[in-house]
């Protein structure tokens, strides 16, 4: 059974870190490119980072750059997403999602191969 479980969210007061989780089970993660995307409240899905299936091609939103770092532990199957720097405009679900055809991403979680339920981040004060 495939499955995407991400962890790791919470509270935390600008200028904090968080490091997100996304254990993967049912497939291996290293064969598919694999993405974070959030969606704040009332907005709509905002795609975030990418990291190929080498582990070395990693792009990420304008927004974001600089302050999140994605990467993979291959023997754990899982892919994290370290945010520092973080600002109340980070506030938001995060999701991780895979796609074996990867080089693009997309804004719908149902275009992806598979998806996470999400983690709740809130930068608050």
């Known amino acids: 059974q495939v499955q995407l479980v991400e962890s790791g969210g919470g509270l935390v007061r600008p200028g904090g870190s968080l490091r997100l989780s996304c254990a993967a089970s049912?497939?291996?993660?290293?064969?598919?490119?694999m993405y974070w995307l959030r969606q704040a409240p009332g907005k709509g899905l905002e795609w975030v980072a990418t990291?190929?299936?080498?582990?070395?091609?990693?792009w990420y939103a304008g927004s974001v750059k600089g302050r999140f770092a994605i990467s993979r532990d291959s023997a754990k199957n899982t892919l994290y997403l370290q945010m520092d720097n973080l600002s109340p405009e980070d506030t938001a679900q995060y999701y991780c999602a895979a796609l074996k055809e990867g080089g693009t991403y997309y804004t719908t979680l149902s275009e992806y191969d598979f998806w996470g339920q999400g983690t709740r981040v809130t930068v608050s004060s």
């Open positions: 049912g497939f291996t993660l290293n064969d598919y490119w």
């Open positions: 990291l190929s299936t080498t582990g070395i091609g990693k």
